[in-house]
């Protein structure tokens, strides 16, 4: 059955200055409408309803989705699960986050506007010996990501390192289960396996890694490859490892990395031209179906020294080679031959000095082979043509950020940006604005303000002249920024005028969290989310809140009380978290324990972050809470026939287990754990 007519949605304003998105069937819909409630909507369907949100509900705030079902509503969604749901119905769409801090991290992915359901991070690697190396996991990433119902699925690397990448598939029984267990340990969605640079000798072993994988963690939660493409049907040498057919058994996809048909020290030429990448889909087809091919895009270019030998085929990203287009004054051409532009230039004395794989880029002339927009729609494109899965990225944080306008039409064949523009003011850049501040206080985005001003960088200069797009919403301007022509506004209404003085306002640096900034107002989380009319958690610096005055509290935030003062109300002193603390640490340090602090502080997992305050017991009331927390048994006590162990860094509890020839559930009970989460410095209790 055809989606119902768009004249059957509706937007309807409620009382809380936001909207209910009605959808509206009748008696003859009720077959589809079942349908929709369903585990299998109708893609198509989905499709054309996610346009409409895109293209009519850019710009206003939408809390509930409601479905009527012949006169009478049937369901009341919130909009955040039913936007993430509509998204899910396309093509799949993910990126890898290889560079930059957590915070850098979610903001790369904020700005791609919706437009991804997985991230790969790079906690998973590789030690020398082949066994399984844990890099820093962000609890704050995967929170983020969680409340945006974006998925968390590592990739497993080996950094083309031939020795490690052998050593980990002849023993992939032992790897296997060290990723199934941190998957579990961090509650994190899957596992991308990117081990390269083995040989076709690994292609059974390679295979049964993903096979184990499959078999040890959960149906629910992704188990993929990222496959060398191979347009020629290589058997031997890297591409050889990759059994395409028999890894598509038990992968949920193969993402195919159709890029470097040029690499570093080979000739110059395309970075992924649209021969290489349709044929390497074409041979693909020949291996599995389409449902398991996830083609790669490169969000990279290549240099490569004109006349000489000195550069050859260095990546950049694409960011950073659209600022060396504008500042040595390159000629773009676009090869209709390949699909792909290059930028031809020339570096002078004076010119702007640029560093590449490690080295200042010296005089002389340089070609770089790239993408823009045209050529990665043209690739897109592909994945409608053949009817593909969708589309991966190399890396988060590289592309020219505009894209992200166009990206989903283009991956789900509509073919238009999604968010068009007709009306501007002018804005005059002043001192300390930035294009993130500018774009919250005119309800945009900075995606949008680079690409209707043709910026290829964030860098603004004062006096600059800005395009601001009018959205019809009220703007929440930041304090550094002054609209020289305010956009059009909808005028508050009373009770908001009446309670204008009610309110201060506070910019959110680095390092803030919604819980460190209510404790410094004296308010709680909900109340900040719900005045500023946030979605989840995550803020980023530049952010301006309102937060509502009291009482008790000042414009300006209190300062922390000191040891002293908190220690003469209710017997608690205060500590403020660190960088590397953990409840474990902090509990040894004041000689209590996790149990006690979790239950004075109200916390519901071991979860803490930089900045927050905890209340600690004094010695006076440390045995009494400690003993009501944690009363050991007398046998506990009595007993001798352990000895001891300092967890150092890439251990876990299964490691530690098989090191002392016991089992995980033993260790836990012995050290009366709750989870399988352990810290570096912790001493656990192993029995002899």
Known sequence: MAFIMIGKIHLVANNEGTY?????????????????????????????????????????????????????????????????????????????????????????VERTGNSLQTVSPSYFDLNSDGTLKLNAVSYELIEAMNNSGIKVVPFLSNHWDRESGNKALENSE?????????????????????????????????????????????????????????????????HGSYDYKNLAKYADYL????????????????????????????????QTTPDKIVIGLPFFGRIWSVGNDAIKGKGIAISTINDMIRDYRATVTYDTASLSPKAEFEVMSGDKIYTVGGKPLASGKYVIWYENDKSLQEKLNLVQ??????????????????????????????????????????????????????????????????????????VLSIGQQLKIPVTGTSPAAPSAVTPTTPPATNPPSASQQSNTSSYATYMVKTGDSLWVIANKYNTTVDTIKKLNNLKSDL??????????KSSTTSTAPSQPST??????????????????DSLWAIANKYKTTVAVLKSINNLKSDVLMIGQKLKIPQNSTIAKTQAQATAPSQKTQAQTNYTTYTVKAGNSLWAIANKYKTTVNALKKLNNLKSDIIFVGQKLKIPK
């Open 20 to 108: 209910d998105l009605l959808i509206q069937y009748d008696r003859f819909d009720t077959e589809f409408a079942l349908d929709f409630l369903s585990n299998n909507p109708l893609s198509k369907s989905y499709n054309k309803l996610y346009d409409f949100i895109e293209k009519n509900a850019k710009n206003i705030k939408i809390a509930t989705v409601k479905i009527m079902v012949a006169g009478a509503i049937i369901s009341s969604i919130p909009f955040s699960s039913f936007y993430s749901a509509s998204a899910d119905s396309g093509k799949y769409s993910m990126a890898y986050l290889y560079s930059g801090n957590t915070s850098q991290q979610i903001q790369y």
């Open 174 to 238: 032992q790897l296997s289960a060290q990723i199934a267990d941190y998957i579990e340990q961090y509650n994190l969605d899957g596992v991308n396996v990117d081990i390269e640079n083995v040989t076709e000798v690994q292609k059974n072993n390679y295979t049964k890694l993903v096979r184990l994988l499959r078999e040890k963690i959960p149906s629910n939660k992704e188990v993929s490859v990222a496959a060398a493409a191979n347009p020629n049907n290589w058997q031997t040498g890297w």
């Open 255 to 286: 993402m195919i990395m159709t890029y470097d048909e040029h690499y570093e020290t080979g000739t110059a030429g395309p970075v992924a031209s649209i021969n290489f990448v349709e044929n390497s889909i074409k041979y693909a087809l020949t």
């Open 539 to 548: 803020i980023l610096a530049g952010l301006a809140l309102k937060v509502p």
């Open 563 to 580: 040891p002293a003062q908190s220690q003469s109300q209710n017997n608690y002193t205060t500590y403020t978290v660190k960088s590397g």
């Open 385 to 458: 043509k053949y009817n593909l899965k969708g589309a991966g990225s190399w890396a988060l944080g590289q592309e020219d950020v505009t894209i992200w306008n166009s990206y989903k039409g283009w991956l789900n064949g509509t073919n238009s940006p999604t968010t068009p523009q007709s009306e501007y003011i002018n804005y005059t850049v002043k001192s300390g604005d930035t294009l993130w501040l500018i774009s919250q206080a005119y309800n945009t985005t900075v995606a949008t303000l680079k690409s209707i001003n043709s910026l290829t960088s964030d």
